[in-house]
């Protein structure tokens, strides 16, 4: 779903800033073609790179990306499953985490209640 939704605004972004809008506006109202366009898109990894490139390279879509991932289920469980498995990310995450003093208490109390389940 998510690589579906990063495809179909990367078509769009791409073919509207070409100067297609025209074309583009008549292949989307169509479901049969725009679920052929999509389906190309998605079979050809390059284009799925170029589009999820294009679709975070700007603050609005990269916000509205964002808030479907984090909105779906298992793509915000896998995005959680990658963070926790890289250092870095996960270094990244607490660092900018414990620069607000509200959440900066939350995680000394998972820390610490963490500490005490080990010590058991």
Same mark, same amino acid.
């Given at each position: 779903?998510?690589?579906?939704?990063?495809?179909?605004?990367?078509?769009?972004?791409?073919?509207?800033? $070409?100067?297609?809008? %025209?074309?583009?506006? *008549?292949? &989307? +109202?169509?479901?049969? /073609? #725009?679920?052929?366009? @999509?389906?190309? =898109?998605?079979?050809?990894? $390059?284009?799925?790179? %170029?589009?999820?490139? *294009?679709? &975070? +390279?700007?603050?609005? /879509? #990269?916000?509205?990306? @964002?808030?479907? =991932?984090?909105?779906?289920?298992?793509?915000?469980?896998?995005?959680?499953?990658?963070?926790?498995?890289?250092?870095?990310?996960?270094?990244?995450?607490?660092?900018?985490?414990?620069?607000?003093?509200?959440?900066?208490?939350?995680?000394?109390?998972?820390?610490?209640?963490?500490?005490?389940?080990?010590?058991?």
């Amino acid at each position: 779903m998510k690589r579906t939704l990063l495809i179909a605004a990367g078509a769009l972004f791409g073919l509207a800033a $070409a100067g297609c809008g %025209e074309v583009v506006h *008549r292949m &989307l +109202a169509d479901a049969t /073609t #725009r679920s052929k366009l @999509f389906q190309a =898109v998605g079979a050809d990894s $390059a284009w799925t790179r %170029e589009i999820a490139d *294009r679709l &975070l +390279a700007e603050d609005g /879509t #990269r916000g509205l990306v @964002f808030e479907r =991932v984090l909105g779906m289920g298992e793509a915000r469980q896998a995005l959680l499953v990658d963070v926790a498995r890289d250092r870095v990310l996960l270094d990244g995450v607490i660092q900018f985490a414990v620069q607000d003093t509200a959440m900066r208490s939350h995680i000394l109390t998972l820390f610490k209640g963490m500490q005490m389940a080990g010590a058991k």
